[in-house]
């Protein structure tokens, strides 16, 4: 089993690195974008012991504790079976 995480800046929140490959996009004719964020993607495997309900509390809480600022990010996850 594993968790699929999802993590960009809040509405809002200026995102220095979408901006900079937008406007890259554009210099290289790509047309049809109006703006983009990028985020980050984090994979957790957690052991076979582990139930589904153990690994939503556990992704939560390293989400929670560590791995997203709460104040610029938000996240989703998915877990995987």
């Known amino acids: ?3 699929k995480i999802f993590i960009k800046y809040k ?3 200026l995102d220095p690195q979408g901006t ?3 406007k890259a996009l554009k ?7 109006d703006s ?5 993607y984090i994979e957790i495997d957690f052991d076979k ?3 589904k309900d153990d690994a939503i509390s556990i992704t939560k809480d390293s989400c929670n504790k560590l791995l997203v600022n ?10 995987e079976e």
């Open 70 to 79: 709460p104040n610029t990010e938000t996240y989703t996850f998915e877990i």
């Open 49 to 51: 012991s582990v139930k």
């Open 11 to 13: 509405e809002g929140i």
């Open 36 to 40: 983009m964020g990028i985020g980050k």
């Open 20 to 22: 900079v490959t937008n």
């Open 1 to 3: 089993m594993k968790a």
């Open 27 to 33: 210099s290289i004719n790509i047309k049809g974008i």
